[in-house]
């Protein structure tokens, strides 16, 4: 005896592509998380640097350097802490997605007086 199998394949192809999208915006997703995370390391790093290199004028020069270098680089300082030879910094990057939290992270940056 058969039964009538008409119609089936068109719920296969409904269920695949439903898959494939769900899988396709996880990707998207994870795609934005991992390059928000790098948007921030590097806004972090730059961020640092150029903090380290403003630290002989203060610390005030030095935290104001950093907020600038961050907002050109589409973050915010988080905090900025200068040592005796050294700046650490956090900077925050908000991603395109609602889905993924904002990035922080922490460079350190210093200078040689040799």
Known sequence: MRTNDQGSGTIWVLALSALLLAVGAAAMVIAAGLTAHRRA????DLTALAAASRMRAGDAAACST?????????????????????????????????????????????????
């Not at 390391?41 to 972090?44: E, I, K, R």
Request: net charge negative; proline share 9%; aromatic share 2%.
């Open 66 to 114: 950093a907020a600038r270098v961050a907002a050109a680089n589409d973050a915010l300082l988080a905090d900025c802490e200068v040592g005796p030879d050294s700046v650490l910094v956090a900077v925050r990057v908000d991603p395109p997605s609602p889905l993924i939290p904002a990035m922080e992270v922490l460079a350190r940056a210093g200078y040689s007086s040799e």
């Open 41 to 44: 390391a590097s806004a972090a």
